[in-house]
């Protein structure tokens, strides 16, 4: 019974599924929905462990592009930022003190936000 039981679960690891990256980055490209995907593979009458290796690959390369452009705006914030310490602390044009103190600072700040709402969304 024992050596029954041990087949079956290594019967059942060994199987693999083929995922298609070209449909799975029309999909992307298509913007469509996780629900969306699962009810066409349902359609193409792949069976449940394939749908869900499918939906999985599609999640990951959906979120990988999302948290790149996340990184980018962070980034692109966190120099913002930089540049607006520094242009405050130096002082190079007095009459654009408070727009470099609070205008920069603030678009910095508001893109940073954003990139960490792509990241961690």
């Not at 009810?39 to 009458?45: D, N, T």
């Not at 999302?66 to 607006?84: D, E, K, P, Y």
Request: with cysteine; hydrophobic share 55%.
């Amino acid at each position: 019974m024992l050596l029954k039981i041990t087949m079956l679960k290594t019967l059942a690891m060994s199987y693999t599924v083929s995922v298609d990256q070209a449909t799975i980055q029309q999909w992307i490209a298509a913007k469509l929905e996780p629900k969306a995907v699962e009810e066409e593979l349902v359609s193409m009458g792949m069976d449940e462990v394939a749908i869900a290796s499918n939906l999985q690959v599609f999640k990951r390369l959906r979120n990988a592009k999302r948290q790149v452009n996340g990184f980018i705006c962070m980034g692109l914030g966190a120099f913002t930022g930089f540049i607006s310490c520094i242009l405050t602390v130096l002082n190079p044009i007095p009459e654009l003190y408070n727009v470099i103190l609070f205008g920069l600072t603030s678009v910095a700040i508001v893109i940073v936000f954003l990139g960490m709402y792509f990241l961690f969304e």
